[in-house]
């Protein structure tokens, strides 16, 4: 394991401890992780970072014992937890770590399985059930049938055939099937997702299980199935649920798959829906629609106040995106004379300061034009005198008939 | 103003003479017979064209192919390139090398004595050059939607009305049978009385990210291409792709509007109004220059109680097109001659002497030229197409501002939103200035 990724779980783990100090309420998680085909030492700690972000969980992460390492050292106590989450492919646990989570499950525990977690296991039977659907590690006919939509139709298929594969990663639209589910609820229909393996031919139990969103499967990056196939489920399990992602494969810092806000929300809601059957949470300002990829790289979400310092440094040809969250933010107004004048006077202090490029105050005297008052006038009128911004600030004035 | 407009005044005359006699063509002398194309002067209409990229050349063909009277004498465009095309298309079509080419639409204007123009431009520049030319009297064939703002429009409409030119829309499904034959089964209440209608746009372009500035070619005049829009570097987008940049144009929405919402409101007998409240949602691109909305939903709701959805296809079952929904079933039109219903006894029906027939034309430019000759009103009259775009505009503010827009469709006014109305026009860069209202 590399330096760097060990200092970072022992430092999560002890933040970890200590918030759960600090936060009494909030819901104890336990990660597992520590084999997987994947680089779950760049994933476990995101998977931490988002979901103590929501200020509903503290999770700790737990490293099992390396591959053909001695199981039976590996015995969480789950009963402590109200959320378990699954950042593991690897050897089987010891008979009694089994039983100890399937109890742990039946009886009204929360679990997340995430991206390859649904490929391990294979020949548990319980396992499996949690999961709804598998991939890999042999899984054909007898792990259960193939469940996906064609034609917008729920299918499942018993036909024999191996379980799981993917096309090239690319980014994908993600398509909501149950909206009126507490995870969904208020998402859009449609989203594009972030660079990802698009999960496919998944099979299993698929016991009580509801597929929540989708995704088609083109041939356009190999090996297409040309299905929409699962992307968000929900299990339940004896009293327990479980919040199935198939989303998530990690790179170095997370990459677009784990930044997309549209991973990193439906993982929040679903590891909240997990614990409790509800979910709290606000769908966020910033979650993706189908016209483009919306990524968090530091995974928290970017509040007003850092847009409008980054649109002092606008800089058109590297990104407009501080924009677009600027014009999302007056639309999420929809008429607000409180935020609008809020958001107006903010707007106004980055249009007036000295750092701000031309660039910047040119966009900003767009929005203005229409979305101002009275209030951003005085300041507009003055930069009708300055060469580089006469026009937009003649445009504005004109607009706002003053 | 006499002196510049005497042939037209002829065409005028000898219109009126047609409709008042039934005068036949062969009563022309012979003699009279004109250059080229043999056009007796009498039946002439002498006719230019501005704006010559793929609409407006794709219109100067339509017209070419009519047996008609025309003839074509010049073209305007801001690049060379165009010019040298449609130059080469008229001479050709003229045999000779006359055509008259020009780069700015006001000299064109003033020193061409022109009984019609043919106008292609990309949306911002539509209020001032169909002003522009329905002030000098010249009838207009021009392009939807037939404007970028409301504002614009209002000027548009009453600078045609004033001068009582013919103005004919480019919106040419009128001048097809399935397109009429929908309209005129709604309208006569085959569907029943009609509930709700949707129209099914295309889906929008995605993103190109931001192309870095560039030199501009030497065919093109950049600063005449912007006229009266702000000002912003070249980026190798002009040309088709401004269809993309909500500085000239609305995208996909606005530039449909034109067909299949012109179509609803033709079925419906909303030509002459407009919805009182309106209400939706956009999706808009992330990052990089292009920023129309690639998917639109919106629903308008009218006096009478018909609502009207319009949102991009992909979302519809029926997909693209226009669909009336009545109480007793739906009819709905599509390109590829598609006219279907929730009934094939609905499309068997006849349409009784006494029920409402709607203008015929089959062929959308001929229509144009008849109309020159004839002075009747066109099939696709200027107020009917400012309602068309007026529903495309109304469903952008309330997509921008987030709000439900409360209109008043006779003032012509958004009700109670100050922000909401400052979206009704936007203003020219100087030197421009669009004439009032």
């Known amino acids: 394991m590399k330096k760097q990724y060990l200092l970072l779980i022992i430092t999560a783990v002890i933040l970890g401890l200590f918030s759960t100090c600090k936060n009494e309420t909030s819901y104890k998680t336990l990660i597992i992780t520590g084999q997987n085909n994947h680089n779950w030492q760049a994933s476990s700690p995101i998977l931490k970072q988002i979901l103590d972000e929501t200020g509903l969980f503290s999770s700790e992460i737990m490293i099992t014992p390396k591959t053909r390492g001695d199981m039976k050292t590996f015995n969480p106590d789950f009963s402590k937890y109200r959320l378990v989450v699954l950042d593991y492919n690897g050897d089987s646990w010891s008979e009694k770590t089994n039983n100890a989570f399937v109890d742990y499950v039946k009886n009204g525990g929360g679990v997340v399985i995430y991206h390859a977690a649904d490929n391990s296991f294979p020949a548990w039977k319980e396992y499996n059930e949690m999961t709804g659907l598998g991939g890999w590690g042999d899984r054909n006919q007898k792990s259960g049938p193939y469940v996906y939509y064609k034609n917008d139709q729920l299918v499942t298929d018993t036909s024999a055939g191996t379980g799981g594969t993917h096309g090239k990663r690319r980014e994908f639209i993600v398509r909501t099937r149950i909206t009126d589910h507490p995870i969904t609820k208020g998402l859009p229909s449609r989203w594009l997702h972030g660079t990802d393996e698009l999960y496919s031919l998944l099979r299993g139990p698929a016991k009580n299980m509801q597929i929540l969103a989708t995704a088609f499967a083109d041939s356009a990056a190999g090996g297409g199935t040309m299905r929409d196939e699962p992307m968000l489920m929900t299990i339940t399990y004896g009293k327990g649920r479980i919040f199935h992602t198939t989303m998530g494969h990690a790179d170095e810092g997370g990459g677009p798959s784990m930044q997309c806000v549209g991973f990193i929300t439906t993982l929040q809601r679903g590891a909240e829906w997990a614990v409790t059957g509800n979910v709290t949470q606000k769908v966020p300002w910033d979650f993706p629609s189908a016209a483009g990829v919306v990524l968090r790289p530091d995974f928290k979400e970017i509040t007003m106040d850092q847009v409008l310092s980054n649109i002092g440094g606008y800089d058109i040809v590297k990104s407009t995106k501080n924009f677009t969250y600027l014009q999302q933010k007056i639309r999420s107004l929809a008429g607000d004379e409180q935020g609008l004048s809020d958001l107006e006077k903010s707007m106004v202090k980055v249009l007036s300061s000295k750092r701000t490029t031309v660039e910047a105050k040119k966009l900003l005297l767009r929005e203005l034009s229409w979305m101002g008052s009275d209030y951003c006038v005085p300041v507009i009128k003055e930069l009708e005198s300055n060469v580089d911004l006469k026009d937009e600030a003649e445009f504005a004035l004109a607009r706002l008939k003053k | ?437």
């Not at chain 2, 419906?268 to 999706?283: K, M, N, R």
């Not at chain 2, 598609?338 to 203008?359: C, F, M, Q, R, W």
């Not at chain 2, 469903?395 to 939103?417: L, V, Y």
């Open chain 2, 1 to 437: 103003m006499a002196n510049k407009s005497s042939r037209r005044d002829f065409v005028k005359k000898s219109a009126a003479l047609v409709a008042g006699t039934f005068v036949l063509p062969q009563i022309i002398p012979s003699t009279a017979f004109g250059m080229g194309r043999r056009i007796a002067p009498s039946d002439r209409i002498v006719i230019g064209s501005i704006g010559l990229g793929s609409q407006g050349t794709s219109n100067l063909n339509d017209f070419l192919k009519l047996k008609g009277p025309l003839q074509f004498v010049a073209v305007c465009d801001v690049d060379s390139k165009h010019l040298g095309n449609a130059k080469e298309i008229i001479d050709t079509a003229n045999k000779n090398k006359d055509c008259r080419i020009y780069g700015d639409y006001r000299e064109f204007l003033e020193k061409e004595k022109l009984d019609a123009v043919s106008i292609a431009l990309p949306d911002h520049w539509h209020g001032l050059i169909y002003s522009a030319a329905a002030n000098k009297g010249i009838n207009v064939y021009g392009e939807k939607p037939i404007c970028r703002t409301i504002n614009d429009g209002k000027v548009i409409v009453n600078a045609v009305k004033k001068n009582n030119i013919i103005w004919q829309t480019g919106s040419w499904q009128r001048s097809l049978f399935n397109f009429r034959r929908g309209a005129e089964l709604a309208i006569n209440g085959r569907v029943g009385k009609i509930k709700y209608i949707e129209v099914g746009l295309p889906d929008g372009n995605r993103g190109i990210g931001t192309p870095p500035v560039m030199p501009v070619p030497p065919d093109l005049n950049w600063e005449m291409w912007l006229g009266p829009a702000l000002k912003v570097p070249y980026r190798g987008v002009s040309h088709w792709d401004w269809r993309w940049i909500l500085d000239y144009s609305g995208g996909q929405l606005t530039d449909w509007a034109g067909h299949h919402i012109d179509i609803a409101n033709w079925g419906a007998g909303l030509e002459h109004t407009g919805p009182v409240e309106i209400a939706g949602a956009g999706v808009y691109p992330v990052d990089g220059i292009f920023n129309v909305p690639v998917e639109y939903d919106f629903l308008c709701k009218y006096a009478n109680g018909i609502e009207m959805r319009v949102v991009n296809a992909a979302r519809l079952p029926l997909g693209m097109g226009t669909t009336w929904h009545g109480d007793l079933g739906w009819v709905h039109v599509d390109r590829g001659d598609i006219i279907t219903a929730s009934d094939p006894k609905i499309l068997a029906e006849v349409i009784g002497e006494n029920e409402i027939h709607l203008y015929k034309s089959d062929n959308h430019w001929q229509n144009f030229v008849d109309c020159v000759k004839s002075k009747k009103p066109a099939i696709a009259p200027v107020e009917v197409a400012y309602r068309a775009i007026s529903i495309a505009l109304l469903g952008e503010i309330a997509m921008t501002t987030g709000q439900t827009i409360k209109w008043d469709p006779d003032k012509q006014e958004i009700i109670g939103n100050n922000r909401a109305s400052h979206l009704l026009s936007r203003p020219y860069r100087q030197p421009w200035t669009l004439p009032t209202v």
